[in-house]
């Protein structure tokens, strides 16, 4: 089975003439995709009408402030300690491409709807000592994924700042508030019913988010509105949290590109 690329260019189809400006991952001796190097937080000079006349970017919302600027907000990370091997990348406008292999098949299944709901493109890929538990993963993972965001964001210059979203599903439903402030809190208010779902402990729900909000400096309240299905709790949580962070990290036109706070700065220093 083919593995689809993790970076889903939001660009228009360019002239056959002009480079593409995300190059073309290579297959490597060993048959997987070899994902190519390139600079993050950098910025692509290019000029299109389709796009200027749109005022659409790839996610969906708004367009970069400055006319001729695509930003390539992007982060990876690479996390290895004596437990775990942890590589993450995400692409803020993406298309909703996930591509996870955690050693954690529910975890894997909460970073697909991350993916789908976000429209971000979410790369995983993981190694630790899951014949202990699954604690040491999951936490470094989130840990990755929240530093890689802190860098995809990276002076956050134009955006909404602010998330609200409630999911339902089903009988469940969770409401999820948060502020890419710089300023890490979590507030978790779920009361998920059973000890595992599947393979994966529930406790470890709370330090996924507690981990991300960490590294990646946001505020973050959860708040379980309805539920008595484990699995319903926690995939309502992962899917309002990826549509609150999606509105929170789109643009806002009126803005014109300033930090959308007082202060005028937004950074975990």
């Known amino acids: 089975m083919t593995t689809a690329p993790f970076v889903s260019p939001s660009l228009p189809r360019l002239h056959s003439a002009r480079a593409s400006p995300f190059p073309k991952p290579s297959v490597g001796s060993g048959g997987g995709v070899a994902f190519p190097a390139r600079t993050y937080g950098s910025s ?10 749109s005022g659409v970017g790839g996610n ?3 367009m970069a402030p400055e006319e001729s600027t695509v930003s390539s907000r992007l982060g990876e990370v690479k996390r290895v300690t004596k437990e775990t091997n942890v590589h993450v990348k995400i692409n803020l406008d993406g298309t909703g491409v996930a591509n996870s292999s955690t050693g954690i ?73 948060l502020d890419l402030s710089g ?65 929170a990290t789109e643009y806002d036109l009126r803005r014109q590109g300033t930090i959308p706070s007082s202060k005028g700065v937004l950074s975990r220093s």
């Open 105 to 177: 098949p529910f975890l894997d299944h909460m970073l697909d709807q991350l993916a789908s709901h976000g429209l971000f493109d979410v790369y995983v890929k993981a190694t630790g000592d899951t014949h202990i538990d699954d604690h040491h993963s999951n936490e470094d993972i989130a840990l990755a994924i929240g530093t890689a965001l802190l860098q995809a964001l990276g002076d956050r210059k134009g955006i909404n700042r602010f998330g609200h979203f409630t999911a339902p599903l089903d009988e469940a439903a969770v409401e999820v508030i």
């Open 183 to 247: 300023r890490p809190h979590l507030s978790c208010g779920l009361s998920i019913p059973t000890e595992r779902v599947g393979t994966y402990d529930t406790q470890l729900v709370e330090h996924f988010f507690q981990s991300l909000v960490n590294t990646s400096g946001m505020t973050l309240h959860i708040r379980q509105l309805a539920g008595n299905n484990s699995h319903h709790i926690i995939e309502a949580t992962f899917k309002a949290f990826a549509r609150a962070l999606r509105q």
């Open 60 to 62: 969906g919302s708004p």
């Open 44 to 53: 692509l000079r290019l000029r299109s009408a389709v796009m200027s006349a």
